[in-house]
């Protein structure tokens, strides 16, 4: 039996052998190599802190950093905020309508990048479909520029939500029906419930979200290149047009921005669980 045991102990390693190569090869080498890279000078050659200096003090590397940081805090507030509602509908549905809800949802989370970049163009662009039927009808306070950063904000705030409903929606039935009837019963609105037992009972699932949603948006590349291409001053785009680079690639000062962006993510990921503790401790 002991053999048995460790026989399959050691295919089960071996099992792992792939995984392990691929994440060596695809996740691990390549960072190690952006780390050295961005320490270097332009050609590759010495040791510098100047891409750095160069990212954190340039305008235009520094409002680039702090135009994602600003569109990725807003979008996933709005997301958030609408996600909250939306998953505490879908658990007032039938369980056949949530379930189709909920499969809507997923499917919406991968519409994201150049499809979900086009989609907007041909719906709300400036010949869009939406765009010329609202003028048509005298609703012209409802279309928007959409290659402005309201525009930029909209889409992100479109591939944003159904990420979060998926992500709170476990959360909502941490909510008891008996609560909110024991709070009618003494006298309480529905803003009340929400404001003094709802929304706390479900802020670590809230907070935890938002890390995610930030990420997702400070990460986003695809999308908002394809919408605006290089007119919008976002870190991912930035670091995208080094690395190719339209004349000449400076792979050392791309580099140095992606550990920057990776430094951002870090920090709102602490700051997250710190969040979440304080969550946990205080309801």
Same mark, same amino acid.
């Given at each position: 039996? $002991?053999?048995?045991?460790?026989s399959?102990?050691?295919?089960?390693?071996l099992?792992?052998?792939?995984f392990? @190569? =691929?994440?060596?090869?695809f996740?691990i080498?390549?960072?190690?190599?952006?780390?050295?890279?961005?320490?270097?000078?332009?050609?590759?050659?010495? &040791?510098?802190?100047?891409?750095y200096?160069?990212? +954190?003090?340039? /305008?235009?590397?520094?409002?680039?950093?702090?135009?994602?940081?600003?569109?990725?805090? %807003?979008?996933?507030?709005?997301?958030? %905020?609408?996600?909250? *509602?939306?998953?505490?509908?879908?658990?007032?549905?039938?369980?056949?309508?949530?379930?189709?809800?909920?499969?809507?949802? #997923?499917?919406?989370? #991968?519409?994201?990048g150049? /499809?979900?970049? &086009?989609?907007?163009?041909?719906?709300? !662009?400036?010949?869009?479909? &939406?765009?010329?039927? &609202?003028?048509?009808?005298?609703?012209?306070?409802?279309?928007f520029?959409?290659?402005?950063?309201t525009?930029?904000g909209?889409v992100?705030?479109?591939?944003q939500? /159904?990420l979060?409903i998926?992500l709170?929606?476990?959360?909502?039935?941490?909510i008891?029906?008996?609560?909110k009837e024991a709070?009618? +019963?003494?006298?309480?609105?529905?803003?009340?419930? =929400?404001?003094?037992?709802?929304?706390? @009972?479900?802020l /670590?699932?809230?907070? !935890?979200?938002?890390?995610? +949603?930030? $990420? #997702?948006?400070?990460?986003?590349?695809?999308?908002?290149y394809?919408?605006? +291409?290089? #007119?919008?001053?976002?870190?991912?785009?930035?670091?995208?047009?080094? @690395?190719?680079?339209?004349?000449?690639?400076? *792979?050392?000062?791309?580099?140095?921005?992606?550990?920057?962006?990776?430094?951002?993510l870090?920090?709102?990921?602490?700051?997250?669980?710190?969040?979440?503790?304080?969550?946990r401790?205080?309801?």
């Amino acid at each position: 039996m $002991a053999g048995r045991g460790s026989s399959s102990h050691k295919i089960m390693l071996l099992l792992l052998v792939p995984f392990c @190569v =691929w994440v060596i090869a695809f996740l691990i080498l390549p960072a190690v190599g952006m780390l050295i890279s961005s320490f270097q000078n332009e050609g590759g050659q010495g &040791f510098t802190l100047g891409q750095y200096s160069k990212a +954190l003090t340039h /305008p235009l590397y520094k409002t680039a950093i702090l135009n994602s940081v600003m569109l990725s805090l %807003v979008s996933s507030v709005i997301a958030i %905020v609408i996600a909250v *509602i939306g998953a505490y509908s879908f658990t007032t549905f039938s369980s056949k309508v949530r379930d189709r809800m909920l499969n809507i949802s #997923n499917v919406m989370t #991968n519409f994201a990048g150049i /499809p979900l970049a &086009f989609a907007f163009m041909v719906l709300y !662009g400036t010949n869009g479909m &939406f765009t010329l039927l &609202f003028k048509k009808l005298g609703l012209s306070f409802l279309t928007f520029d959409l290659y402005s950063w309201t525009g930029l904000g909209m889409v992100y705030i479109y591939f944003q939500i /159904p990420l979060a409903i998926l992500l709170i929606y476990p959360a909502m039935y941490a909510i008891k029906t008996e609560w909110k009837e024991a709070s009618s +019963l003494l006298g309480a609105n529905s803003f009340q419930f =929400w404001f003094r037992i709802g929304v706390p @009972v479900i802020l /670590p699932g809230i907070v !935890g979200t938002f890390s995610v +949603l930030f $990420a #997702n948006a400070m990460g986003a590349y695809a999308t908002a290149y394809a919408l605006v +291409l290089r #007119n919008f001053n976002l870190l991912p785009i930035q670091i995208g047009g080094l @690395v190719s680079g339209d004349v000449f690639p400076r *792979i050392e000062l791309g580099s140095a921005m992606a550990i920057i962006l990776f430094v951002i993510l870090m920090i709102a990921m602490l700051i997250n669980e710190k969040m979440l503790k304080l969550a946990r401790k205080g309801y």
